[in-house]
């Protein structure tokens, strides 16, 4: 039986690992460690520990304490913070790991490196810079349109962002939120977007699927209207997709290891924008892939342990196109298809012709 720690135990992104895992015909013995109580009673995992915070001095001390007192195997991460220091301290922990190099996943935690590794190779991608002062600010607005995206070059979850339209409210922004420095303002793309997420080993890819965002959960209470928590989420297959994405993992990393879901926009001539890669771990729902017949999580653990991989139909999108995976607060999620849900606004479109007559 594997033994592996799960980090961010109480969050969702952790728990779809752990629920992932408990999906595949293998047993794991899973503890699950947090940094706040409350996330901490809430994880799936069969033992739960209370630790410091990433940022704390004796984080590496008590992680390694744990592991050695349940000989735990493996490590998976799920959330930024971590990431970092982990992959910065991999050397100090008494575990195995399966990560991207580190200085990959430096680059990838900051959207405006990776922005510079992309426009070296050429790729496509909404203009950016960085919002220094004023001037930057002033110049952003000549430079970029009407409407600008300001952004948080570092975090999760849209943080940070909103689309602007004038140049007081911008520095209202960036005075509130102390951005000076650290946010860019970049093109305005399409609300439309992707996620590829992928798995490497030693430079090869082994699979990559993508799913397109219907809607943002708890958009209203986001600035942006990007909440960073995907309500409804479809698999999508597009060749063009398959091939920005995998030159956006090779432009940072040229034998890239481990997990790099990449998230894009589509711009207005319809041509998906890499717009960052979260480094080291699945999208928040990945589960969705798992429940659709396509179980990642258990295929990085498989390729950790070095071990032969369930069968994988193809490298690229081996999922069906249109089904859906619906979630929300307090809610179970819901996989079902594009034709399901098709179907609710033809039988309204019905209803209303009956009323008519």
Not at 28 to 56: H, N, Q
Not at 288 to 317: C, H, Q, R, S, W
Request: proline letters at 4%; hydrophobic letters at 40%; charged letters at 25%.
């Amino acid at each position: 039986m594997k033994r592996i720690l799960v980090t961010g135990a109480g969050g969702s992104p952790s728990t779809n690992f752990v629920r992932s895992l408990r999906a595949a015909k293998e047993n794991f013995f899973l503890v699950g460690v947090d940094c706040d109580k409350f996330y901490l009673a809430r994880a799936e995992t069969d033992l739960k520990y209370l630790v410091p915070k990433a940022s704390e001095p004796d984080y590496i001390d008590v992680l390694n304490h744990i592991i050695e007192k349940h000989n735990l195997e493996f490590i998976h991460i799920q959330n930024d913070v971590e990431m970092l220091q982990i992959s910065r301290l991999r050397d100090k922990l008494h575990i195995k790991t399966y990560l991207p190099k580190k200085e990959t996943v430096e680059i990838c935690q900051n959207k405006f490196d990776s922005f510079k590794f992309w426009k070296k190779a050429g790729i496509k991608q909404p203009e950016t810079m960085m919002l220094n002062n004023e001037d930057d600010l002033k110049i952003a607005f000549d430079i970029l349109g009407k409407k600008v995206w300001i952004r948080d070059i570092t975090g999760a979850g849209g943080r940070g962002s909103i689309a602007i339209d004038n140049f007081k409210t911008a520095k209202s922004w960036l005075d509130f939120k102390k951005g000076w420095g650290i946010y860019t303002a970049a093109e305005c793309l399409s609300p439309i977007s992707v996620t590829w997420q992928s798995i490497w080993k030693d430079g090869e890819l082994v699979v990559a699927q993508g799913r397109k965002r219907l809607y943002w959960e708890l958009s209203k209470l986001a600035p942006s209207g990007i909440s960073g928590a995907t309500g409804a989420g479809v698999t999508f297959s597009d060749s063009v997709l398959d091939k920005i994405a995998e030159k956006a993992v090779l432009a940072i990393d040229k034998k890239p290891n481990g997990i790099f879901s990449v998230d894009l926009a589509y711009d207005n001539q319809g041509i998906p924008n890499p717009t960052e890669i979260n480094i080291g771990r699945f999208f928040t729902t990945h589960e969705f892939f798992t429940k659709a017949g396509l179980n990642m999580p258990y295929i990085f653990v498989k390729l950790a342990y070095d071990e032969p991989l369930p069968k994988i139909d193809k490298k690229l999108n081996p999922l069906k196109e249109g089904l859906v995976w619906i979630r929300g607060l307090d809610f179970i999620p819901v996989l079902t298809n594009t034709e399901n849900i098709n179907t609710y606004e033809n039988e309204l479109k019905k209803l209303r012709e009956l009323i008519k007559k």
